[in-house]
């Protein structure tokens, strides 16, 4: 055989079939195989939060009932108990510290202390503690992947009618005898959306205390779940080094970098950036100041200041382990 009936030999055998070319085609629009249907861009994944978010409300639901059960039965025990603590505080403060009746009292003390807690101190208490650090994760990854699914959906919604009508599209999928998918599957995920809203789109959230701070929950740029500690008197929202990074935080060049004092006797050097939106619940600002910490700051975690945001009134309701937020009007 010649040289060139070879190599023409090769490149029909090598050339890709009608079929091949049609779907090369469809994946270059975005589109994925399912069987014989072919999906939009991020319905896979849409499907998968939707199915996480229906088991997640139905438990963020019962955690809602829980939590104030629990919460009033220690107002209860408390009103039974409370003074019987408050004796046995008063009582130890006046005994010396080898005092033989210390250690039994410090015992029985300590023991109430496991099972009952003033009311506004109720992060004391372990079983209320770790309940309301599930519950405010929950809430955080409840209201991402709802923002995330509601704009999905309406992104979806808006490509499927354009792929349907486009007449490659069509062509490619008789070729492969395929068809679009309808988005029909989703009809229903409205009502499970709203429903999650109903739960995690409002203007409070829970709280709990944890090394001497109130913590709590905030969304940066609508995609970012960030536990951070409550700072009162405070001007300033400090981020991690690696929380910035994962927000995709941009430099405020507008600003200098600027001393911190984060301790007594602890300064670091803080960078001004700035975070395209932050979340409370269903209050959100865009374009807020903050500073980025530097990565040997680590330690200190994601801080918001009291007065950081202009636009919010947050209180804390520690008796209920809550915290609440109001537009504030803007000094």
Same mark, same amino acid.
């Given at each position: 055989?010649?040289?060139?009936?070879?190599?023409?030999?090769?490149?029909?055998?090598?050339?890709?079939?009608?079929?091949?070319?049609?779907?090369?085609?469809?994946?270059?629009?975005?589109?994925?195989?399912?069987?014989?249907?072919?999906?939009?861009? @991020?319905?896979?994944?849409?499907?998968?939060?939707?199915?996480?978010?229906?088991?997640?409300?139905?438990?963020?639901?019962?955690?809602?009932?829980?939590?104030?059960? %629990?919460? &009033?039965?220690?107002?209860?025990?408390?009103?039974?108990?409370?003074?019987?603590?408050?004796?046995?505080?008063?009582?130890?403060?006046?005994?010396? *510290?080898?005092?033989?009746?210390?250690?039994?009292?410090?015992?029985?003390?300590?023991?109430?202390?496991?099972?009952?807690?003033?009311?506004?101190?109720?992060?004391?208490?372990?079983?209320?503690? *770790?309940? +309301?650090?599930?519950?405010?994760?929950?809430?955080?990854?409840?209201?991402?992947?709802?923002?995330?699914?509601? +704009?999905?959906?309406?992104?979806?919604?808006?490509?499927? $009618? &354009?792929?349907?009508?486009? $007449?490659?599209?069509?062509?490619?999928?008789?070729?492969?005898?395929? !068809?679009?998918?309808?988005?029909?599957?989703?009809? @229903?995920?409205? @009502?499970?959306?709203? =429903?999650?809203?109903?739960?995690?789109?409002? $203007?409070?959230?829970?709280?709990?205390?944890?090394?001497?701070?109130?913590?709590?929950?905030?969304?940066?740029?609508? *995609?970012?779940?960030?536990?951070?500690?409550?700072?009162?008197?405070?001007?300033?929202?400090?981020?991690?080094?690696?929380? #910035?990074?994962?927000?995709?935080?941009?430099?405020?060049?507008?600003?200098?970098?600027?001393?911190?004092?984060?301790?007594? @006797?602890?300064? /670091?050097? #803080?960078? $001004?950036?700035?975070?395209?939106?932050?979340?409370?619940?269903?209050?959100?600002?865009?374009? /807020?100041? !903050?500073?980025?910490?530097?990565?040997?700051? !680590?330690? %200190?975690?994601?801080?918001?200041?009291?007065?950081?945001?202009? &636009?919010? =009134? /947050?209180?804390?309701?520690?008796?209920?382990?809550?915290?609440?937020?109001?537009?504030?009007?803007?000094?």
């Amino acid at each position: 055989m010649c040289l060139m009936c070879l190599v023409g030999t090769l490149t029909t055998a090598c050339a890709d079939t009608p079929e091949q070319q049609a779907e090369a085609a469809l994946l270059a629009k975005g589109l994925s195989r399912r069987g014989a249907t072919w999906e939009l861009a @991020d319905e896979a994944l849409l499907r998968r939060r939707l199915s996480q978010l229906e088991r997640m409300q139905t438990e963020l639901f019962a955690s809602h009932r829980t939590l104030p059960a %629990l919460i &009033q039965e220690n107002q209860t025990h408390w009103g039974q108990l409370g003074r019987q603590v408050e004796s046995l505080e008063k009582k130890l403060k006046s005994l010396s *510290t080898n005092h033989a009746d210390r250690p039994k009292l410090e015992r029985q003390l300590a023991q109430l202390q496991r099972t009952v807690a003033p009311p506004n101190e109720l992060s004391r208490l372990p079983a209320l503690r *770790t309940l +309301a650090k599930q519950q405010l994760a929950r809430e955080l990854d409840i209201l991402v992947k709802t923002l995330w699914c509601r +704009a999905a959906l309406s992104q979806l919604r808006e490509q499927q $009618p &354009q792929l349907a009508r486009d $007449p490659e599209v069509k062509r490619h999928l008789s070729q492969l005898g395929g !068809a679009l998918s309808t988005l029909e599957a989703y009809r @229903d995920s409205s @009502d499970l959306l709203t =429903k999650c809203e109903d739960l995690v789109l409002v $203007p409070h959230s829970t709280i709990y205390q944890e090394g001497g701070h109130w913590r709590l929950g905030v969304i940066v740029n609508d *995609t970012v779940p960030l536990t951070v500690s409550w700072m009162p008197r405070s001007n300033d929202i400090l981020l991690a080094s690696g929380v #910035a990074a994962t927000c995709k935080a941009r430099i405020d060049e507008s600003r200098r970098q600027r001393q911190l004092e984060v301790e007594k @006797d602890r300064v /670091v050097t #803080a960078t $001004p950036i700035v975070l395209t939106t932050l979340r409370f619940g269903s209050q959100a600002v865009e374009n /807020v100041p !903050a500073w980025r910490l530097p990565p040997e700051a !680590a330690d %200190l975690g994601s801080r918001l200041g009291e007065r950081a945001v202009d &636009q919010w =009134k /947050v209180s804390l309701h520690p008796e209920r382990l809550q915290a609440e937020v109001r537009r504030s009007v803007l000094r």
